[in-house]
């Protein structure tokens, strides 16, 4: 009745199931999907998962290290500024006309303009020419 499972009949002293077919042997068979489908899941967790959030941890140390002075960055909590100073985990942010705060360096979600991208070269931080601004003006 339960051959199916691997276990053995109650008549049965040998170790035979119903089938002819030893239990160890039916064991083996019945786990062999098992760990195979176990393996399937664990590979399509990592591709799905795992390793995208690795490559997004990846990119975001990438640009946080990548930061220079002069650079238009946008924080994780929207505000858009540029980068006036550096230090180890932290840096100054002009926010506006003198309005400088400090942030984590944690906190830079992306950088919009890269101060050897603007126009001048990087020493000059003013308006974006893309934005309607002037190319070269000074912000300061």
Sequence with gaps: MFAAFGTTDA?????VSGSGVPCSAARREF????????LLFFALGWFALIRPQR???ARHLAL??????????ITSGGILGVVR???DDTFELEIADGVVV???KAAVHDRKASASDRPG????VGPDPEDGGEP????R
Excluded: C, K, T, Y
């Design 11 to 15: 008549g049965d002293p040998e170790g």
């Design 31 to 38: 786990r062999v999907p098992q760990v195979i489908s176990l």
């Design 55 to 57: 490559q997004r941890v």
């Design 64 to 73: 946080v290290q990548s930061l220079a002075i002069g650079d238009q960055v």
């Design 85 to 87: 100073s550096l230090g």
């Design 102 to 104: 400090n942030v984590a």
């Design 121 to 124: 070269g990087p020493g000059v």
């Design 136 to 139: 070269g003006a000074e912000q």
